[in-house]
């Protein structure tokens, strides 16, 4: 296995679902195995199973595949860990940090950890604390909604991490396959940083 990838917003709704998605996506894309992994609470595959057509469940492995995508319950990560089945990237979906069932030693135990933060002046302060916090230290950091034109600006602020910095592209469907969205080298930098990340 080439490592587990967990991702955790600094507030809710800063779009970890939709990047642990589309990062899935992009490995898929790229030939690598890869699933997704749900580790908060918000019954994001239970709600992907009552919305969308194309999907289907496995339930001797927990398995459920939506427009393609390899999704499983938080309870299935020790048999994904054990190769059970086998993905070269599992990426885990940790929801927020501000939910009470957030288990920040089990965010911070995988080989990369992303933070997506916010510059609004609602996630602005959070997302501060985050990155102030010595245990996410070696996490990469993504930017959601940002400007272009904000975005040299921000990374120059970042307190040395401006190289572990990265801005996520509009991207409004989460399952989206196609190339129609302005991704540009986004999720190839990404995975760069997380590669770099998880060989140290």
Request: proline share 4%; charged share 25%.
């Amino acid at each position: 296995m080439e490592g587990i990838i967990n991702i955790a917003g600094a507030i809710p709704r800063m779009g970890t679902t939709t990047l642990a998605l589309q990062l899935v996506r992009f490995l898929q894309d790229s030939g690598y195995d890869a699933c997704y992994v749900e580790m908060s609470r918000q019954n994001y595959i239970w709600g992907a199973m009552n919305v969308y057509s194309e999907v289907s469940a496995d339930k001797a492995t927990g398995k459920t595949t939506c427009m393609g995508i390899h999704m499983f319950p938080s309870d299935r990560i020790e048999a994904l860990r054990e190769g059970k089945p086998a993905y070269d990237y599992i990426v885990c979906d940790f929801g927020n940090l501000s939910d009470t069932a957030f288990n920040k030693q089990q965010f911070i135990g995988g080989d990369c950890a992303v933070l997506v933060c916010g510059n609004k002046p609602n996630e602005l302060f959070r997302t501060e604390d985050a990155i102030r916090d010595p245990m996410f230290e070696d996490a990469l950091t993504v930017f959601n909604f940002t400007d272009p034109s904000d975005q040299a600006e921000i990374r120059a602020m970042m307190m040395g991490r401006g190289e572990m910095t990265d801005f996520m592209p509009y991207i409004p469907d989460p399952f989206h396959a196609g190339k129609e969205y302005a991704k540009g080298d986004f999720f190839q930098r990404l995975m760069d940083m997380a590669v770099r990340a998880i060989e140290q």
